[in-house]
Structure formats: structure tokens, C-alpha cells
């Protein structure tokens, strides 16, 4: 049962509107198929009413009304004629699972909140609802009260309920806890059918949640990304992997929605997922040491059994300065591109110039990072060794350039009205002593690889007028992850170019 619409709505700073969680609901049972939905809970507010109407109106349609849970307190009829008046047919009821809860939260003694509970349940039950219970605190209860909960148990035995769930509910437990205490309920009554809802408090709710699966728990309760209080919920795309993979149990998910689910819910939500995040993170399908392609080139060793096929997605060879030939080759061959050995060896030898800029080159980077590798030759007559470029409000940016032609070096400052501009004029006067003539700057174009990361590759494309004849133009390109430092690059295969055509 997935409760991101309910318990995983109390992320700090997350309000999913109506039309959100429809669309949210519409995934997770149509699309990710997982078995039941928890979308509110009863009296909170006008907008929570407004989307639970509005959900529960499309699952009437599609015939899924039976599968959205809300939560539902022991308030009367209060709970009650709130659910129906949003067309909802299952309760969660909420209940006290640990006598401390019962008796500081309540004040109310445990026969008195079992009278309640029954109550509610009788007047839900004539209200034509199902009723499912949530023992709330209940690893603290049956660790510190565990009379208590048996007592509760016992009672809920005899009414007309068809769950019940046991929270782990500040995520206090590890998995041993788990088996031992899961085990005690499932044991000690077989035949009801006992459900696990985990926090994350400690990092180990997926661990636990296969721990109460062991133990003879029958469901397991989720959220995607882990949304909900604290540190979380339990991880819908972890726990479903760790499930099919870690035991004989299986569910009936469809793993390969699972990402979409998770940007989905990240979009809404406004709550990034981690990179890392296993199943569902940006990088996890992603090998960047060079060994690791080549290894798999030679015969897939660095697979398992998490294949990104298996979740819809593709595996990525990132690169960088820890790249090989084998990273290199696979981007190129997803990319139809071939080149000569000594061209990859110059591609890949930009590539990890830039790794050592603590930049990794994206496939979408490639490309780019093709074209200005081999237009740059590793025979440079003309070097710019250093620049400095500063821009500030209040003063006409400056800039101090370093060049070296064949043993000769040369240096200047200058101002301009730009950065670049600036640049240009220091080196006008820094490669004069060498004779070159500088070409007039036609056309100036900057862009980036789709995709929106503020971190891509920068790929600059000057078009320059060759000093001797007006009517002749060429292009130089650079790529790096600064503008500027693009602009350099293509700059001095600039001044390689009209060193060569002078010589000639």
C-alpha cells in the first residue's frame, strides 16, 4: 500500500493540490500498479476534501474506488461523514498502539480506548465501509506495554475489520527488532493479516520492511522518495526491487515506471531526489571509472541484477578524468561516431583535461568536445600561457594576458567594454612583437548541450575575417566549462591559424 498522497504529504513545505493528486493517484494504481492507495486524511482541510472528491470520483469510473485508503479517526461519526461525503468506502482507522500514547495523548485508560475504537468501527461497518486499523506507536508499544497491545489485538480480533497495521512509527526498530516483534503478531494470530509501515529514521526501513515480509507480515506500506515526516517513509522503488530480488516474494509492480513515478513526485513536491538514490537517482545506472566500462565491454562484469532495462532506463558511461578508451568507445558507438586511434587518443586526452576541472562530460557534451579536440592540434606555435579577467560594477573590466610564440614570450593589460573585450585588446598588444596581424571578429556564438545543467559544457564559436582578404572568413570552436575559457581556446586556435598561414 503506497501513502505518499497521505503520510508522505507530511514532508515539511509539501501540499499536493487536487489536480496533483489525481494525477499522482492515476500513476501509482494504473500505471506503477501497486495494490492499494492511502490519499488523505478525514477534517484537515477544504483542499485535502476537494482532492479526495476529486480522486475518488476518477476511481469510481475506473472501477478502483475498493483500492484508495483514507485515514479516518475515533471521533464519533465525524470521520465517517467526511469519507462518504468524498465517495470513499475503506477507513484506516487510527488507534493507539502503545499505552503510553493511550494514556498521555488520550487521557483516556486502555478500556476506555478500546471501547472507542470499537464504536467507530460499528458505526463505519453500518456506513457500509471497510475498516482497516492502524496501531500508532505500536514498536514502542509491544517493546514497552506489550499487555497492552495484545489486549488491543485480542479486541480487534473480534470485530469486523480486515488489516492491521503496524508502524514502526518514529523508526526506532532494526531489522532484527522486526522479525522478533512482526513475528510475535503473526504468530500468536495466524490468521489475521498483519501489515508493516516503516520510518526511515535510521537509514533501515527498507531493511525492515523485508524483515516483517520474513516475519509473516502480508503488506508493507511505501511512499516514493521516501516523502513523509522526519526522514521519511519507506521507499516504494527500493523496497519492490529488494523484495523481487532478496526473496521468493513478489508483488505486483511494474518496476519500469517506477522513475517516472519518482519524478513525478519530485516535480510536484518540489523536493529533490538524490543523485545516489538507489533505483530512481540520476547517477545510479552511470559507471565512470574507465575499468568499469572496460569490464563490461569484455562481458558485462560490472552488472547485476538492478539492469537499467529492468526500470526503463539505459546505462551511461560518464566521462572524466577516470575515463579509458572502453568509456570513450561506448559513447561513441551510442552515438554513431567513429574515429582513428590517433583521435580518440586526443578526444579522450581533452576529456580528462576537463575531469580535472572537476567537470564530467555528459554523452550530450561529446559531440561538442569531438569537435574541439580535433581542431586543435597538439602542435601549438602559439600558446596562451595565462589570463586574468576582471569584471566589476562600477569599472571597465581588465584584463592581463601571457603568450608565447616558439620561444618568445609576450604579456599586456588593457581595459575594454567587455571581458572578452578587454582580452582581446591585451592580446592585440601581447603577440605585436611577434608580428601577427589579429583577424576582425565577425560573429560570436555561445551555447550549451540540452538539458539545462548549469554545470554543462560551454561550446563558443568565433567566425573571424582574415586580415588579407576581406571576403574570406573561418571559424575556430572552443568547449570548456567556463564561457570564457571557451572563448580562450577558440581565441588561440585562432592565432594558431595566422601563425601557420604567415610561415607559409
Known sequence: MDTTLRDGEQTPDVSYTPAEKLQLARMLLTEVRVDRIEIASTRVSEGERLAARRVLAWARRAGLVDRIEILGYCDGDASIAWLRGVGGRVMNLLAKGSERHCRAQLRQ???????????????????????????????????????????????????????????????????????????????????????????DDYGLATANCLAAVRAGARG??????????????????????????????????????????????????????????????????????????????????????????????????????????????HNLRALGIELSEQERA?????????????????????????????????????????????????????????????????????????????????????????GLELPRLVDYRVRIPPGGRTGALVQTVITWQRPDDDAATFATLGVDSDQLAAAVVATEKMLNAVATRKAR
Do not use: C
Not at 480480533?157 to 526506532?172: A, S, V
Not at 506500506?221 to 513523509?228: R, W
Not at 516535480?267 to 531526489?273: D, H, I, L, M, R
Not at 579536440?373 to 569584471?391: C, M, T
Open 220 to 329: 508493507v506500506h511505501t511512499s516514493v522518495n521516501g516523502m513523509g515526516e522526519r526522514a521519511g517513509n519507506t521507499r516504494l522503488a527500493e523496497v519492490v526491487a529488494a523484495l523481487h530480488d532478496q526473496t521468493s516474494f513478489r508483488t505486483g509492480v511494474d518496476e519500469v515506471h517506477l522513475g517516472a513515478a519518482s519524478r513525478l513526485v519530485e516535480t510536484f513536491s518540489g523536493k529533490a531526489v538524490a543523485a545516489n538514490a538507489p533505483i530512481v537517482g540520476r547517477d545510479v545506472f552511470t559507471q565512470t571509472a574507465g575499468i568499469h566500462a572496460d569490464g563490461d565491454a569484455k562481458g558485462d562484469l560490472y552488472a547485476s541484477a538492478l539492469a537499467p532495462a529492468r526500470f526503463g532506463r539505459q546505462r551511461q558511461y560518464a566521462l572524466g578524468k577516470l575515463s579509458g578508451k572502453a568509456s570513450l568507445d
Open 346 to 434: 586526443r578526444v579522450l586526452r581533452r576529456i580528462v583535461e576537463l575531469g580535472d576541472k572537476k567537470h564530467t562530460v555528459m554523452p550530450a557534451d561529446l559531440p561538442y568536445i569531438i569537435a574541439d579536440a580535433l581542431g586543435r592540434s597538439d602542435e601549438r606555435p602559439v600558446r596562451v600561457d595565462a589570463y586574468r579577467v576582471v569584471v566589476a560594477s562600477g569599472g571597465l573590466p581588465e584584463a592581463r594576458v601571457e603568450v608565447s610564440m616558439r620561444g618568445r614570450r609576450g604579456a599586456a593589460s588593457a581595459t575594454g567594454d567587455g571581458g572578452y573585450d578587454a582580452f582581446m585588446r591585451a592580446l592585440k598588444k601581447a603577440v605585436g612583437r611577434f
Open 109 to 199: 485508560t486502555p478500556e476506555q480506548h478500546r471501547r472507542r475504537v470499537a464504536d467507530s468501527v460499528a458505526r463505519a461497518r453500518r456506513a457500509r465501509m471497510r475498516v482497516n486499523v492502524y496501531l500508532e506507536d505500536w514498536s514502542n508499544g509491544v517493546r514497552e506495554s506489550p499487555d497492552y497491545v495484545f489486549a488491543m489485538v485480542r479486541q480487534l480480533r473480534e470485530l469486523p475489520i480486515e488489516r492491521i497495521y503496524l508502524p514502526d512509527t518514529l523508526g526506532i526498530f532494526a531489522p532484527d527488532s522486526v522479525e522478533r516483534y512482526v513475528g510475535l503478531m503473526t504468530d500468536s494470530w495466524p490468521e489475521l493479516h498483519f501489515e508493516f509501515h516503516g520510518h
